[in-house]
């Protein structure tokens, strides 16, 4: 069977400046991104039926019987065996009155969302879905544990070093050509997911639930608390919370992050901080794009999103529940503003715009660094996303 993931266009709204250069399921929480849930648990490959911007990285693959999931729901087992079960011009929905998916020919993205109206096949309970970008920290630290039972299912760890140091009964699962000596694993409250060829340096200390993707670097004497997950490629030092990186990102010095989300490309510099509780710890709001404006997020503690190619100066702060959009250059003294624009370079008394020409010369260097190619797709990727955010966010 063929299955497309399908971008509801209010969750990939809602999901900015996170969704700016990928489809929703390209997203990670847990241990895999999205995708790589739905086709572990699916057992075949899925593509992207998404904005035409990202089509031509994310290509949509028909065939003459698709399946159409929504991409923002994280799948289960329930979800996945009744997606199976569908029939062909049939649909599912749940209990909210939302689609999960429909069998059928090919059909456009906005057909797929006018299913309902045609009447519902069958509904099931709501399963867990990623809406805003703060649903991706409330539901990490499930998620972790999770995808650790699945992923680890009929594999053997490599050994741990005898130099390290294991508190609590729960598993550090290593895998393949993974460093790590002299360091400290508490997993009391969850089990530590170490990927290949991770090196974790001397003196870390790690807290469960845990996961480290693949060649990613923890410097020396780094404090990783639970819920955290670490994407591939990324070096990260300091103190960290409660918060993912989506891979190909720095955080390599001392600092604190907690309870945020770190797109790809980004780096942020030493003693770079961020506030994740208000000061009267009332709910936090943060900044919505379709509401161009500040919204409940229904969380206590929530810290900083920060989308694709952005960076921070040394020393930077960022107040709670800040949201920084895709290729700005944060810096200066005092708190940052609660919303830091795209294509922004300053700080919260002087902001400029972000020369297009020199924001793209960074991102070149920045992916040639870690043997990435930036191709012509890419380049006409970087030359939409600029347009859409200067649309987007004009009004700012």
């Not at 929504?70 to 799948?75: E, G, V």
């Not at 309870?259 to 961020?274: F, H, K, M, Q, Y």
């Not at 943060?286 to 161009?292: D, I, L, Q, V």
């Not at 006409?380 to 987007?392: D, G, M, P, S, V």
């Amino acid at each position: 069977m063929n299955y497309i993931l399908v971008d509801l266009p209010k969750h990939k709204e809602n999901l900015l400046p996170l969704t700016y250069f990928r489809p929703i399921a390209e997203l990670r929480i847990g241990i895999d991104t999205l995708k790589e849930k739905w086709e572990d648990l699916l057992e075949e490959k899925v593509s992207f039926l998404t904005d035409d911007y990202l089509s031509e990285k994310f290509p949509v693959k028909w065939a003459s019987e698709n399946i159409y999931i929504s991409s923002h729901i994280i799948p289960n087992e329930e979800v996945i065996g009744e997606i199976k079960n569908l029939s062909t011009f049939t649909s599912l929905f749940d209990d909210s009155g939302e689609i999960i998916a429909y069998k059928g020919n090919e059909i456009t993205r906005e057909e797929f969302i006018e299913i309902h109206k045609k009447g519902t096949d069958k509904m099931i309970p709501s399963p867990k879905k990623i809406c805003f970008p703060w649903d991706l920290v409330r539901l990490n630290e499930l998620q972790i544990l999770s995808d650790f039972e699945r992923i680890i299912k009929g594999k053997q760890p490599e050994k741990l070093s005898k130099t390290n140091l294991i508190i609590g009964k729960q598993p550090v699962f290593i895998e393949k050509g993974a460093k790590t000596e002299a360091c400290v694993f508490n997993t009391e409250n969850g089990p530590v997911y170490v990927g290949e060829n991770v090196l974790i340096m001397e003196g870390s200390m790690l807290r469960g639930p845990l996961a480290i993707m693949e060649n990613s670097v923890i410097k020396m004497g780094a404090k990783i608390y639970g819920g955290t997950t670490i994407g591939p490629s990324s070096k990260v030092g300091g103190e960290v919370k409660g918060s993912i990186f989506l891979g190909n990102a720095n955080k390599g010095h001392d600092g604190y992050l907690g309870d945020s989300v770190i797109a790809e490309w980004c780096n942020l510099g030493a003693d770079t901080n961020n506030s994740n509780l208000k000061n009267n710890y009332s709910e936090v709001k943060m900044w919505n794009y379709p509401a161009k404006d500040f919204i409940p997020t229904g969380m206590q503690f929530m810290g900083l999103i920060m989308g694709d190619h952005s960076k921070s100066g040394i020393s930077t702060m960022f107040n709670t529940g800040t949201v920084v959009g895709v290729s700005a250059n944060v810096f200066g003294g005092d708190f940052q503003p609660k919303f830091f624009p795209s294509f922004k370079w300053g700080n919260k008394q002087e902001m400029q715009d972000y020369r297009f020409d020199k924001a793209l010369e960074v991102a070149k260097i920045v992916m040639q660094r870690r043997n990435k190619n930036f191709d012509e797709v890419e380049k006409r990727l970087f030359e939409n996303i600029y347009k859409l955010a200067k649309q987007k966010e004009s009004i700012i």
